[in-house]
């Protein structure tokens, strides 16, 4: 385990990307808490915690998910379609929110990791009926070769976002 966070460690995402031209730039976003007390780990239902980093951070009256999926294994063992994988992420999102005293319309960025961009418009629709009012920022990016749909392999998409408290 890195020292830099000898116990309860930052939420994070991490991406593999198969190749960038060299001299491509990398852009990190990072939000910091002076007071460690206000800081709680919380761990999420839907994932497993990795040790080296929290799949969700609440401080303050911001709640951070990290890569949050829509998969139980006996879905991803029959595999998924991408609007049923989403439609469990903004189930998944919206049941982790509510517990820590927020919802999904208190959201107000959001990464999606999706392996097709060209499924790009059915995420995006599927995405939309999460939210009743405004939508939270957003970027999009395919940080992972496509699954192979035609063997039944399930889309791959992951969610993280922060929300601020009611």
């Known amino acids: 385990m890195l020292t830099t966070f000898p116990e309860d460690p930052p939420a994070r995402v991490v991406i593999g990307v198969t190749r960038m031209p060299i001299g491509t730039p990398v852009e990190m976003t990072a939000l910091a808490v002076r007071d460690l007390a206000l800081k709680e780990v919380i761990e999420l239902s839907s994932l497993k915690p990795l040790g080296h980093a929290s799949s969700a951070v609440a401080v303050a009256n911001k709640v951070f998910l990290s890569a949050v999926n829509g998969q139980t294994l006996s879905e991803a063992e029959a595999g998924l379609t991408l609007a049923l994988n989403e439609a469990g992420i903004g189930a998944n999102l919206e049941g982790e929110l509510q517990k820590h005293g927020t ?57 993280s976002l922060w929300a601020i408290e009611r």
């Open 103 to 159: 919802e999904l319309s208190h959201a107000v960025v959001c990464n999606i990791y999706l392996d097709d961009l060209d499924e790009f418009k059915l995420m995006n629709d599927t995405f939309a009926t999460f939210f009743s009012g405004l939508p939270p920022t957003r970027t999009t990016v395919q940080p992972f070769p496509s699954s192979d749909r035609t063997s039944g392999d399930a889309a791959l998409i992951r969610i």
